[in-house]
């Protein structure tokens, strides 16, 4: 039997609070690199040829393509360095959702239906390949590559999404009590039914996405569109100091048969 060959965290209590936070400071980092350093929000974006979104998905994708490598040569789990990918992966996500959803011009709606698409199409070629999708069968280079290509489709889809019902009438504080209550419903039922644990995973890790991302508009948006107008480089510097206490002193394990329950959370912290 393996017993914590899995080169991933087991899923806990714990694990999602640094995912939210994760997600949410992919927000931040993304908007304040694409936005404000490379000026896409200014009224000069676009006047010097040059996608400020484009750039910053191919600085962090190429952050994100070496540290997969990292977390791929590893001989086992660590901590730091998965969720340095972890953040890659949604700061990634947050500047390929903006390219898709505003550059190419297919908008929320058509970005979102884009990258349910590869979400959906990357967990089917994995399992027909890998037989799999649980967390606690990331334990072959085969599937650590899948995992981190669904993950950051995920990650950018929850982007796309959490813009979406943002910029709805329904702002940001409504956007963030929506998310949450799906997530909600989603640990509703984990708890009372018998609903797939492996299906609900990919349903909460997508779902956190938008919900981080909600509440990082929320943090540096400007005060007249209803945010808090926090610099953008503040508020990731923050968070970013938050998630590294947090991994620090949380306890962490790597995913085993022998522990995880299809790749779902269990109700410890550790």
């Known amino acids: 039997m393996r017993d914590a060959v899995a080169k991933v965290p087991a899923i806990t209590v714990g694990f999602w609070i640094v995912k939210i936070l994760a997600t949410t400071l992919g927000e931040t980092g993304g908007d304040a690199v694409s936005?404000?350093?490379?000026?896409?929000?200014?009224?000069?974006?676009?006047?010097?040829?040059?996608?400020?979104?484009?750039?910053?998905?191919?600085?962090?994708?190429?952050?994100?393509?070496?540290?997969?490598?990292?977390?791929?040569?590893?001989?086992?789990?660590?901590?730091?360095?998965?969720?340095?990918?972890?953040?890659?992966?949604?700061?990634?996500?947050?500047?390929?959702?903006?390219?898709?959803?505003?550059?190419?011009?297919?908008?929320?709606?058509?970005?979102?239906?884009?990258?349910?698409?590869c979400v959906l199409g990357s967990l089917f070629v994995w399992r027909s390949m890998t037989g799999s999708v649980a967390n606690d069968s990331v334990d072959s280079p085969r599937s650590e590559g899948f995992y981190w290509l669904t993950i950051t489709f995920s990650q950018t889809l929850g982007t796309a999404l959490g813009d979406w019902v943002a910029d709805s009438r329904l702002g940001y504080g409504g956007a963030a009590i929506i998310f949450s209550a799906l997530l909600a419903v989603t640990a509703i039922l984990y708890f009372w039914t018998r609903v797939s644990r492996v299906l609900l995973f990919w349903a909460a890790f997508i779902l956190t996405r938008p919900l981080g991302a909600t509440v990082g508009d929320f943090l540096d948006k400007p005060i007249a569109k209803g945010g808090l107008e926090i610099s953008r480089s503040l508020a990731t510097v923050v968070l970013m100091t938050a998630i590294l206490i947090l991994i620090a002193i949380l306890p962490q394990r790597a995913a085993s048969k022998r522990h995880e329950q299809s790749g779902f959370p269990r109700v410890d912290v550790g």
């Open 35 to 117: 936005m404000s350093w490379l000026g896409e929000t200014t009224p000069d974006a676009g006047a010097s040829g040059i996608n400020g979104y484009l750039v910053g998905t191919a600085i962090f994708g190429l952050v994100l393509l070496v540290l997969v490598w990292m977390q791929v040569r590893a001989n086992r789990f660590n901590r730091w360095l998965y969720w340095a990918t972890i953040v890659a992966s949604t700061t990634a996500g947050t500047t390929l959702a903006d390219f898709a959803t505003r550059s190419l011009g297919i908008g929320y709606a058509g970005g979102s239906a884009l990258l349910f698409a």
